[in-house]
């Protein structure tokens, strides 16, 4: 019945290079994605650029799959035979998007089937079908036959788990879409329109709470795969649906996650449930009665649309009387006709009176049906077809509501997945409108229940004896989402609105003897039973005791080692879900990594809805490696509650050593990470760490631990240390220094030795030494064992410390092409280092492609950045180029920043741009006095603040260069052995 609107789209030329929000990506017209397997399956990994990178190759798609499974995360299966552009066949997660424009026999839509082997609707499994470009969660692929291009994937489609067919689908990995990376989708396509691949960047659905004039509101935001040509962005189609009053539980301006419309989660993997809430005029049965009137429809009307040339302008009465009349709900038929018409102004309408698209088929809507008056056709589609569409035995029934692609008329009446959601949206919005800024007049007006039991009994009568008029089977294998009109209690059976018109006599009217006729529905005769201990209220407080009242928590109290075994407690469970003998709850903890996994049982107690957990863990089993944490929670009556989280836990807990192994328990991003490691008792390694680095008036606050493991520092008076300065570039002890020993507190390795007496502290004078570059090396005599260890730190906080003393400038940096070891260096005061501002510890990176001495002149072409910084058109650098003294003059050779000759944003694989990184300079060398130079790069850039930094010119390979004379001077290049640096030469030759 529905129709689809066909875009022309226009064939385009694809170019060798398309700009995408700001990014560059590579085109070719020939092969959108190369494989590199032959007629083999291609395990691949999907690159940070949207690229596929080969893992292995295998014969057939079980291996493959495995393997994929196996690694996990952004890897994918391909085979050469596939008609998407990906040649994606399997992938770990992500979505599928419908696209049967590829079917042989120009189908227009694509179908989802129940069963994975029978399509056959008579057998009694279900199907829906679906359109062009639209969203499916992918769940699994069941099989591939690249013999015939095909095979079959399991989906879930607003409502509706099924299998369809892979070939006329594309899948994008959830890479793409969690990244935004564009992707080429499409082609194959048998269809008149012969669409090519075509590039877009499809974004995810969800749900979302606004808020509009006092009201918090629930808005479904979906988008179409397709990407028009003439769409530079290449942003696929973005729709919003305004669904009804959001609820309580829903957050304004967060976003939700629902596979089927009614069960929202808050994370896209659909594992964290915030709410099962079903929206009211999209699962409120037709078989109802509006409280609008039909002036409230017209004034509606009016404030909507008012087309002049609208057929149904004026005409509200018209569906206030086929509700009377035929039992279908005003307010929903004509926002049906709004939404299927254009609000009246549609071709059919206009000029045939068909509102609703009958006989409008996907393939040729030209076929649609011609009506006398808009009257007829409202009548009509009241009295007999929507009928047809309610009548229990009809094989278009799933539910009374419009629904979504698993219940209601939507499942069989539209290609559109979400036709429901968009008559629901008119409805409401007609009632938001209505009702002003007071009560909503129609919403939540009726009690809605949900059938929970498959296959009920409607009785004729309110006793367990009575007769059965029906039941609520829409087949021998299916039934979602069966959800009536509650119209009050008798004894232990509940009064229901009837589907099916009942007769005078009492007798049921179904779709066999009146397939060509009109049928009058009336709201009295047309009753039933249904015992009330198998109906869920939906929009009632009763439904309290299956609606979770916050979202899943799983945490960790109690961490600790129980002998030789973890012990672990906490709390997992899920907010508002009653646990009794009926509804069990089980708490598993899984530890693992990608290869091995290992289930422990918990031991759980509920009180006062919070269900603790506990477990001791025997970790002996695992291999070596470093494995997580995770809990799943599951209910025995409450399933779709079900829920797990990796464990997470501020709690720190103590190194141990257990039968000859090492573990390591850690927090961080990823949650809790166990390292199991073989521990051998005579490996032995040098330790330092710094808490406290200070420069003041030339004097060198200094604390920090430094030791050797496997010794005991127990005994104080045989403990001494010394720090050791030394001269980088002579490696000579220039001054050592006596350090005061500190107790180290409760500081333990678990390794069985005392580290009791490692910590130290000094104030260091520095004012005797020379201008030069030191180190730091403190001396450990413990009991006349010796170390000397290196002083080292990755704490940013000491990346860079100076202090400005007369004319001289103090510096402490580290040093990370040393192990960040910490390093000192005593120069003339030339730069101000409190503009130095960069985002991280890293040492920003310069080269140059050309130096040289030519004609009189220094020649430098180079590059250099600050790492994480972009260096694109919009935050375009400045580079300053100097020369600076032995004796601390500087000198400014140039301020320059040109067009760089290579791409560096790939060269250097940089997830931000490098397109402007290069200077250049040439100057002349005349005025030089004889010294030695060092030639340093200033830069300076603006991103997502004012970064700066000033850094030397080095070279790792050592090269020799040129020198170059005039008639009294030598120049010449040489390469300083104290980090690389590059310095300059300049001497008076003999007899000048």
């Known amino acids: 019945m529905k129709k689809i609107c066909i875009l022309l789209i226009a064939l385009f030329i694809l170019l060798p290079i398309i700009a995408l929000n700001g990014k560059n990506y590579s085109v070719s017209a020939e092969e959108y994605y190369s494989f590199d397997c032959g007629n083999e399956y291609e395990v691949s990994y999907i690159t940070d650029d949207g690229k596929f990178t080969k893992v292995a190759c295998y014969a057939n798609f079980s291996d493959a799959k495995n393997k994929m499974n196996e690694l996990g995360g952004d890897h994918v299966v391909r085979h050469s035979s596939s008609l998407s552009p990906t040649k994606i066949v ?47 969660n992918y769940i699994d692929t069941d099989r591939y036959y690249p013999s015939v291009n095909g095979g079959l994937i399991k989906v879930y489609i607003n409502g509706f788990e099924g299998y369809t067919d892979l070939e006329y689908t594309d899948l994008v990995p959830s890479k793409f879409i969690d990244k935004q990376l564009p992707i080429y989708l499409g082609g194959n396509d048998k269809s008149s329109l012969n669409e090519q691949p075509f590039l877009v960047i499809v974004r995810r659905n969800y749900y979302s709470v606004v808020e509009n004039n006092n009201r918090r509101e629930l808005v479904y935001t979906y988008h179409r795969s397709y990407c028009k040509p003439e769409n530079v962005n290449k942003l696929d189609e973005e729709f919003n649906i305004v669904l009804g009053l959001a609820p309580d539980e829903m957050t304004t301006g967060a976003k939700y996650y629902s596979n089927n419309g009614y069960d929202f989660y808050t994370t896209a993997d659909y594992k964290n449930i915030a709410v099962t809430y079903y929206p009211y005029f999209q699962f409120l049965p037709l078989r109802s009665k509006t409280n609008l009137t039909s002036d409230d429809l017209n004034k509606a009307f009016k404030a909507i649309s008012n087309s002049d040339i609208s057929v149904i302008k004026d005409a509200g009465a018209i569906f206030i009387e086929a509700q009377d009349k035929y039992g279908i709900n005003a307010l929903l038929l004509y926002a049906m006709a709004a939404h299927e018409s254009a609000w009246g102004t549609s071709y059919y309408a206009r000029t045939r009176n068909n509102l609703f698209g009958w006989n409008a088929i996907d393939g040729d809507p030209n076929q649609a049906a011609s009506f006398s008056t ?8 009241a009295g007999y077809n929507l009928r047809l569409y309610l009548d229990i035995t009809d094989p278009r029934f799933f539910g009374s509501s419009l629904g979504n692609k698993g219940s209601g008329l939507n499942v069989k009446y539209a290609s559109d997945p979400y036709w429901g959601m968009k008559i629901s949206s008119i409805a409401y919005q007609i009632d938001r409108y209505i009702s002003g800024n007071g009560d909503l007049k129609d919403t939540d007006f009726y009690s809605l229940s949900l059938i929970n039991k498959f296959d009920v009994d409607f009785k004729k009568e309110a006793n367990k004896d009575s007769s059965v008029l029906y039941t609520s ?13 509650n119209l009050g209690e008798d004894g232990n059976f509940t009064k229901v609105q009837s589907t099916n018109p009942i007769a005078d006599d009492g007798k049921v009217i179904v779709r066999e003897n009146t397939l060509k006729q009109r049928v009058e529905y009336s709201y009295t005769n047309s009753v039933a039973y249904i015992a009330t201990d198998v109906l869920v209220s939906l929009n009632r407080s009763d439904i309290i005791d299956i609606k979770p009242t916050g979202e899943y928590v799983a945490n960790i109290k109690d961490m600790s080692w129980d002998n030789d075994k973890l012990y672990i407690s906490g709390d997992a469970y899920m907010p508002g879900i009653v646990v009794d003998e009926e509804n069990t709850i089980t708490n598993i903890i899984t530890v693992y990594d990608s290869a091995n996994k290992k289930e422990y049982s918990t031991v759980s107690k509920t009180e006062d809805g919070v269900t603790g957990y506990a477990a001791s863990l025997d970790l002996s089993s695992l291999n070596e490696g470093t494995y997580n944490l995770k809990i799943k929670t599951s209910y025995s009556k409450y399933s779709k509650f079900n829920s797990e989280a990796v464990l997470n836990s501020e709690i720190k807990i103590e190194t141990i050593i257990i039968n000859g192994y090492k573990y390591i328990i850690q927090s961080n991003t990823d949650g ?10 005579a490996s032995s390694t040098n330790i330092s760490a710094i808490s406290e680095l200070k420069l003041v008036d030339n004097l060198l606050t200094i604390k920090g631990k430094a030791f050797r493991t496997s010794q005991n520092y127990s005994d104080l008076t045989k403990i001494s240390y010394k720090l050791q300065v030394i001269e980088i570039e002579s490696d000579e002890i220039i001054k050592e220094y006596a350090l005061s020993v500190k107790d180290s507190g409760s500081f333990s390795l678990n390794d069985g030795f005392d580290y009791k007496y490692t910590s130290f502290e000094g104030k260091i004078d520095l004012s005797n030494l020379i201008k030069g570059t030191y180190r730091f090396v403190v001396v450990v005599n413990n009991d006349n064992n010796i170390s000397k260890i290196n002083l080292r730190t990755t704490n940013s906080d000491y990346s860079l410390v100076f202090d400005d003393y007369g004319d001289v400038t103090y510096k402490i940096t580290t040093n990370p092409l040393y192990s960040y070891r910490i390093e000192l260096d005593v120069e003339s005061k030339v730069f101000d280092y409190s503009l130095i501002n960069k985002p991280s510890i890293r040492n920003s990176i310069v080269s140059y492609t050309a130096l040289n001495l030519k004609n009189g002149k220094l020649n430098i072409d180079g590059y250099a950045w600050i790492y994480y910084v972009n260096f694109s058109a919009e935050n375009m650098p400045n580079y300053n180029l100097y020369l600076v003294s032995n004796d601390g003059n500087l000198i400014d050779i140039g301020n320059s920043t040109t067009a760089c000759k290579y791409n560096y944003t790939e060269i250097f694989e940089s997830k931000r741009s490098l397109d402007n990184i290069c200077f250049s300079t040439s100057y002349d060398l005349k005025d030089l006095k004889p010294g030695i130079y060092e030639i340093k790069v200033g830069i300076s850039v603006t991103d997502e603040e004012n970064y700066y930094d000033i850094i030397s010119l080095i070279d790792r390979q050592v090269k020799t260069y040129e020198p170059y004379e005039n008639d009294d001077r030598i120049y010449s290049l040489k390469v300083d052995k104290v980090r690389n640096t590059i310095k300059l030469y300049v001497e008076t030759k003999e007899g000048n």
């Open 374 to 381: 808009v009257q007829d056709c409202v009548f009509d589609h």
């Open 473 to 485: 089977q829409y087949g021998p294998y299916y039934q979602e989402n069966f959800i009536v009109i």
């Open 672 to 681: 809790i990470t166990i390292n199991k490691t073989k521990y051998d008792n």
């Open 90 to 136: 399997a992938m770990v997660s992500g979505n599928a998007y419908s696209y049967p424009a590829r079917n042989k026999d120009n189908t227009s839509t694509l179908s989802i089937y129940q069963h994975s082997d029978i399509r056959d609707p008579y057998q009694g499994y279900k199907q829906t079908y679906i359109a062009n470009h639209y969203e499916m």
